[in-house]
């Protein structure tokens, strides 16, 4: 009988800010690297420390991160055009596979590197770091992993795959520097091999959180259908509008971090097209103002039959 088609009115609103306070959160994280980066490597020089110095080139590699998420972010937040009629929800989950993908290089980097060292075994070789690397190492972990909450709390409040990865590698470099101090402080005391020990089982840690990123990120990218309760609650909100006598058909797709909608009701056939109408714009509008993710919803009418 009818079809109710259009975007949510306030979608502009939600990319602004979505915008803005994954910027924000971005910002943060790239000033923090860089006093945290400057940091550590002078303490490293001054220390005599190598895996301090690692340690600040690591957290200095995270601002090419943050970068690529405010990239990804910004096409992201891009209104829909005449050629990306559906938005450019996307564009941040192709950030979030990069940093994924950045994040996976990192750990095994560490991995290979902590490998070499102990099939080596050259420990007697190596400079005893001095007190300041240690407390870089303290420094390092308490701010890194301050960042990673941070950064995680605006990634499930914006339900942002870059965002998340951008945490992770917060989290990897708190890691990292547990590695370094546990060295460290292994090396001051006669045992150096516990250096490289302790930078396997980190390196374990970051190749699972890439991967659960990328995965992730993946399944963003292909279309496919909300969980059973939130299509449950969606066949809810609608059959609660007065004037719906059934749910006849419901499609959804998850498109980036926005969700589309296919709707087709049952409606008396004997009632004016206006008021059918009416009803349509009301599941409409309901089931927009209580799923806020909802970016697209197409409304179709159909008679109800006995």
């Not at 190598?50 to 937040?77: L, P």
């Not at 596979?97 to 075994?121: K, M, N, P, Y």
């Not at 950064?151 to 547990?178: N, Q």
């Not at 990123?213 to 449950?232: G, L």
Request: aromatic fraction near 6%; charge should be negative.
């Amino acid at each position: 009988m009818g079809t109710i088609n259009h975007e949510t009115l306030s979608t502009t609103s939600h990319a602004d800010e979505f915008e803005k306070v994954a910027t924000k959160v971005t910002l943060v994280s790239i000033i923090g690297n860089l006093i945290l980066s400057v940091f550590k490597l002078l303490a490293g020089i001054f220390a005599h420390s190598g895996a301090m110095v690692s340690d600040a080139v690591h957290s200095a590699s995270d601002v090419f991160s943050s970068i690529i998420v405010i990239i990804g972010v910004k096409f992201s937040s891009k209104d829909s055009d005449r050629e990306h009629p559906y938005g450019h929800e996307r564009f941040e989950c192709v950030a979030a596979i990069i940093l994924s993908v950045v994040l996976l290089i990192t750990g095994l980097a560490i991995g290979v590197d902590a490998i070499r060292d102990i099939i080596g075994g050259h420990y007697e070789n190596l400079s005893i770091p001095g007190t300041l690397a240690l407390i870089a190492a303290l420094v390092s972990i308490i701010a890194k992993e301050a960042m990673y909450r941070y950064t995680r709390f605006y990634a499930k409040r914006l339900d942002s795959s870059a965002l998340m990865a951008d945490a992770w590698h917060h989290r990897s470099d708190a890691l990292s520097s547990i590695g370094a101090l546990i060295g460290i402080a292994g090396a001051r005391m006669g045992f150096p091999v516990l250096d490289p020990v302790a930078s396997i089982v980190i390196c374990i840690f970051i190749v699972k959180a890439a991967i659960d990123i990328f995965r992730d990120a993946i399944n963003k990218m292909v279309d496919h259908s909300c969980d059973e309760a939130t299509e449950q609650s969606i066949r809810d909100c609608a059959s609660a509008q007065e004037g719906v006598l059934g749910i006849d058909f419901l499609h959804t797709r998850v498109f980036g971090n926005k969700i589309y909608v296919d709707l087709e009701i049952s409606a008396d056939g004997d009632r004016p097209l206006k008021e059918t109408h009416a009803i349509a714009e009301k599941v409409h509008d309901s089931i927009e103002a209580e799923f806020p993710k909802i970016k697209h919803i197409m409304v179709h009418v159909n008679p109800y039959e006995k």
